[in-house]
């Protein structure tokens, strides 16, 4: 049986992401991030029911794919063995949901439902296998960032990262903190401090100075310099490690195709 956990969520991007599909494999994580991630999830060490465990769980299949299994151990606990982290954490949300009849959500969605139950309940005596359908779950674009995502501080993203994980997401458009390397590269090549923090947005606004229509509009603007530090550094120091350690690609962002105006006065050159 394949999956797809979550049908509001983009399953593939062929089109915008070629050269990623086709040469980038899914990440494998690490078992110990899944645990870590149950620890933070379930009440009273609920993370002692899960035995996890990565391998391959495509048997009789003529062409592997990425997967997760669910079968009872010897010992009342739940093993979950899966290709990679994702599929894991995939398949922990799997057995939470359908199982347990509990409800992993966004806080400004209703949040979440989550316990421990009296008896947890059993897979019975077949096990059960769930497939990918396609190699990425996507998650995310360019707006989400500024109309949901501005102003998180870790706390908040750890925990859409948890909820990223336990639906299976393994690719996600990784944006954050872009601007303070953008500065860096700016600066350089001689523009004014004020020049490239008045072409940035304000923090809220910051999608529409990222390539869309509203660079250099000076919206909400100049970005402050202690926002660009922080942001990069949570991009780098948790957000990135922490989407790794559970199977999940963040997509970084590349040259947006535009500069400041001041450029072309520096380098006497129009384009």
């Known amino acids: 049986m394949a999956f797809v956990i979550n049908m509001f969520l983009v399953p593939v991007l062929p089109l915008l992401l070629p050269s990623l599909v086709t040469a980038q494999a899914p990440l494998t994580g690490d078992v110990s991030a899944v645990y870590d991630l149950l620890d933070r999830v379930l009440p009273k060490r609920g993370s002692d029911h899960f035995h996890l465990t990565l391998g391959d769980c495509s048997r009789n299949h003529s062409k592997p794919q ?33 199982y347990c009849n509990m409800t992993i959500g966004w806080p400004r969605g209703g949040g979440s ?78 523009v004014a401090d004020k020049d490239i923090r008045s072409w940035f947005n304000g923090p809220a606004f910051l999608t529409w100075s990222r390539g869309q229509n509203e660079y250099g509009s000076g919206i909400c603007g100049p970005l402050p310099k202690s926002f ?44």
Request: net charge neutral; hydrophobic share 40%.
């Open 66 to 98: 990425h997967c997760f299994r669910l079968q009872d151990s010897d010992d009342g606990r739940l093993i979950v063995t899966a290709t990679t982290a994702s599929e894991l954490s995939a398949g922990i949300g799997y057995f939470l949901q359908n």
């Open 113 to 190: 439902n989550i316990f421990i139950p009296e008896k947890w309940p059993t897979i019975g005596a077949d096990p059960i296998t769930k497939r990918r359908i396609v190699p990425w779950s996507y998650l995310m674009n360019v707006c989400t960032h500024s109309y949901s995502l501005a102003f998180y501080d870790w706390n908040q993203w750890e925990a859409f990262i948890d909820w990223m994980s336990l639906t299976g997401i393994n690719l996600m458009l990784a944006l954050t903190g872009q601007e303070e390397v953008q500065y860096k590269v700016f600066s350089r090549l001689g």
């Open 228 to 271: 660009m530090k922080a942001q990069w550094e949570m991009q780098r120091t948790r957000i990135l490690p922490r989407l790794r350690s559970l199977g999940i690609t963040g997509q970084l962002p590349a040259f947006q195709g535009n500069v400041p105006i001041q450029l072309k006065a520096i380098l006497h050159d129009s384009n």
